[in-house]
């Protein structure tokens, strides 16, 4: 597949930052069962402001679960999470929305786009409540589709995309908000190892070019290998991290 | 504007749901309006043999009969009403006017006519003025009467001939066309009250039965307020006692309810049945498609919408299904009713107000009135009908989504 083009970032939402000396991401002692299994046991972790961290292990070993504690999401048993300074726990359903909305961009392993819609309609929706004009966010969502390679297929529903197309289409409104944290889950579980290259490709230049934190939770070696930080998890802890 | 953009998209995505939970709501509000409209219909049919009479209300006794048929007689549906009987009812609340009249056969060896003396209100002398084909009309103090067009054309009375009503003689001052609107309170010979209450109070086989005084009557027309028309009702039956007829449209709804099933409560209750029906399948639909896309609003939550938006985006879907539904229905039940146009109903005139002597052979007379009234869609029920739509569509979206929610993230992750 060939690379998108690389524009500059479109600026029009202003990108927040983590209080000064605070990481994007810190996961203080998180606890989390699920009915008799106990799926983390203490977890911690910091994620620095625009840094590339990627989290491995195997299946059953809590990654997926800690991604979705940190995008609240989830909720832990035990323990505290703060995204961009942002203490999660006691924060209601509306202050959670308002944070992933300026804050947190999430990327699947299933896509997870809203199939009634087209792609430029699925990467609006972050901004749906918005202090945007309607014609600024039109003209961001063009913007990242076009980064994405897909400027000619803004009007197609997600069915008529390919696998690699929706994944391009959930990255762009992943970082429609313009967000300080990019967290993706299996982001290429799901595509073919050349697409699956192409979009991890994307991914990184994406989330450099916006200056944005990347947790990346991923079984593929060639993922972690591109990361500045891998975090090895294994039976619901952090067993090592290589920087 | 986003968030009605994304409701209309989703409906059509999942258009045969939403075209069948439309054609339920559209169901429902066909069923409310139309069946209501009828029954307003037949409501308003089975009015129409008293109202053309001017009143709502027909208060007659029942009495016994003559001891000799001869001479000025009262029908015996027409006994003495008096006069303090008729100050009770001109007191009630509810009554807006009253007309008394007396109504009497004036059975002669070679002659029958019946003769009906009314005041001068708009629903007695006022009214006969209005329907005259020939010469003028007569007051409260005049010694003149009016014939009916049928009675003087069978006889061949015409203006100025005169007219015997027991022994007395009076001249035709004019001839009307009484059956123009009705069949109710009719008689061959219109006279003022005060020469018809001169007439029975003189007559031998009136006073041999009723000590009838020159103020008092035996057939009292009454205008109510139609919102109190069953209360007066039954005051006045309850003041006249087991004798009394009271006739109103009351009284002709029950004597049809054998073969009138589409009574308004009927009506109301067919189309509340059916809006029930309709309201669990908007509930149902609206629970089976948030059940289906709870991974959607998992990803909604993801990219930072609250619950209030998703309950919100619901709600907008919900409501604009209520839209075409309660707009769909609305319209087929105009273009029912315009098609229909109107309803013939026959309704039978009760026995005691009919004008003739059943005991002469020559006056048979069809006591059924064929009356056709038109099917008017009433806006109050079409916004009644359209406010439970929209608000039934609405609670089915706020019931479903006031249900037990899962953890989003268990219906977004990877493994």
Do not use: C
């Amino acid at each position: 597949m060939k690379d998108p083009p690389m524009d500059a970032p479109p600026n029009s939402i202003a990108k927040s930052a983590p209080p000064a000396g605070q990481p994007a991401i810190r996961v203080d002692g998180v606890r989390k069962r699920y009915g008799e299994v106990e799926v983390l046991k203490g977890v911690d972790l910091t994620v620095g402001a625009g840094a590339f961290t990627a989290i491995m292990g195997k299946s059953g070993s809590g990654k997926s679960t800690l991604l979705g504690i940190i995008a609240g999401l989830e909720q832990p048993d035990a323990g505290d999470v703060f995204v961009m300074g942002q203490k999660l726990a006691g924060t209601g359903d509306r202050a959670m929305a308002e944070l992933r909305r300026r804050s947190i961009g999430i990327v699947f392993q299933g896509f997870s786009l809203i199939p009634s819609l087209t792609a430029l309609d699925n990467v609006l929706l972050p901004t749906f409540f918005a202090a945007m004009t309607s014609a600024e966010r039109n003209r961001r969502a063009t913007n990242l589709l076009t980064q994405v390679g897909l400027g000619a297929r803004l009007h197609y529903r997600p069915a008529a995309l390919s696998g690699g197309e929706q994944q391009r289409v959930a990255i762009a409104r992943a970082l429609m908000n313009s967000p300080s944290v990019l967290l993706a889950d299996e982001p290429t579980g799901n595509l073919d190892q050349e697409t699956g290259k192409a979009v991890l490709e994307l991914l990184i230049d994406l989330g450099r070019t916006h200056g944005t934190a990347l947790l990346i939770v991923t079984h593929d070696p060639d993922v972690a290998a591109r990361a500045a930080n891998v975090v090895e998890m294994k039976d619901g802890k952090v067993a090592n991290v290589h920087a | 504007m986003d968030v009605l953009r994304y409701a209309m998209s989703e409906l059509i995505f999942r258009r045969g749901r939403s075209l069948v939970t439309a054609v339920s709501i559209a169901l429902a509000v066909l069923a409310a309006v139309v069946l209501t409209a009828l029954a307003g219909s037949y409501a308003r049919a089975l009015r129409v043999p008293i109202e053309t009479v001017g009143a709502d209300v027909i208060m007659q006794e029942q009495g016994d009969i003559p001891p000799k048929l001869e001479g000025l007689v009262f029908p015996h549906p027409n006994a003495l009403i008096p006069a303090p009987v008729v100050a009770q009812v001109r007191t009630m609340p509810g009554v807006i006017g009253l007309t008394r009249a007396v109504y009497m056969w004036d059975l002669e060896p070679d002659r029958y006519e019946s003769v009906l003396g009314i005041e001068d209100t708009d629903v007695g002398l006022a009214t006969l003025g209005e329907r005259l084909v020939d010469g003028k009309p007569i007051k409260a103090d005049s010694r003149a009467v009016l014939l009916d067009s049928d009675f003087a054309a069978k006889n061949h009375f015409k203006v100025g001939d005169t007219v015997k009503i027991g022994a007395a003689a009076f001249p035709v001052a004019g001839i009307v066309d009484a059956a123009r609107t009705g069949k109710l309170v009719r008689a061959d010979v219109y006279v003022p009250l005060a020469i018809a209450q001169a007439l029975a109070t003189s007559a031998p086989e009136v006073r041999a039965l009723y000590p009838f005084g020159p103020d008092d009557a035996n057939l009292v027309l009454v205008k109510v307020n139609r919102e109190q028309l069953e209360p007066v009702v039954t005051k006045i039956t309850d003041l006249l006692g087991k004798k009394g007829v009271v006739s109103s449209e009351l009284s002709m709804r029950q004597a049809l309810s054998g073969v009138m099933f589409l009574s308004q409560s009927m009506g109301l209750i067919v189309a509340s049945i059916i809006g029930v029906f309709a309201a669990a399948f908007v509930w149902r639909a609206t629970a089976s498609s948030v059940a289906e896309r709870r991974r959607e609003m998992a990803v909604l939550q993801a990219v930072g919408w609250s619950w209030r938006h998703i309950r919100e985006q619901v709600l907008v879907e919900n409501l604009a299904l209520a839209v075409v539904g309660t707009a769909a229905g609305l319209v087929v039940a105009a273009v029912v009713a315009l098609a229909l146009g109107h309803i013939t109903v026959t309704v039978d005139l009760p026995w005691d107000l009919s004008s003739t002597p059943h005991f002469i052979p020559s006056a048979t007379v069809d006591r059924t009135q064929v009356i056709t009234a038109p099917i008017a869609v009433s806006w109050s029920m079409a916004a009644l009908a359209t406010l439970g739509g929209v608000v039934v569509s609405a609670l089915a979206a706020f019931a479903v989504l006031a249900l037990p929610r899962p953890q989003p993230w268990s219906l977004l992750r990877s493994e």
